[in-house]
């Protein structure tokens, strides 16, 4: 009995190890993410998303993939990214994984200007789909500025 209890132990630790020592699907997608911007590569970005993903982003809600696309290529467009930075907390569980935390970009408009430093908070999921890791919710956002001084 004490051996069938530690092998039952020591496969259970088997299959938490990976999980446990690895980094999270999310955080992969979000790394990725943040390497797609570095080279303002909009074919990039768009390969982590799933055709049915939604993105809520400061400058809209969009539903699909090709709606995202529109988004990205609008804001690719008008500035060049200089820098990209997600930082945050990841959990697994079989094919979901969620990702929460904040990121940072910062920008050149291509129309000329000073760059400009954009920071947010996100909130990500993302799933395994077709043995691929992708996002299924993107949710970006930036905080309020600061109420008025009385």
Known sequence: MK???TAMNLALLAVAVPVVAGEHAAQLVDQAWVKAMKANDLEATMALYAPDAVGYFPDGDFKGKQAIRKSWTDFLAMFTV???TSEGT????????????????????????DPIAMKGRATVVVRKIGGKWLYVVDHAS?????????
């Open 82 to 84: 200089k820098d990209a």
């Open 3 to 5: 051996l069938l209890r």
């Open 142 to 150: 930036v905080p309020l500025p600061p109420p008025p001084s009385k």
């Open 90 to 113: 990841y959990e697994t569980t079989g094919d979901t994984s969620l990702g929460w935390g904040l990121w940072s970009l910062t920008v050149v408009p291509k129309g000329g200007g």
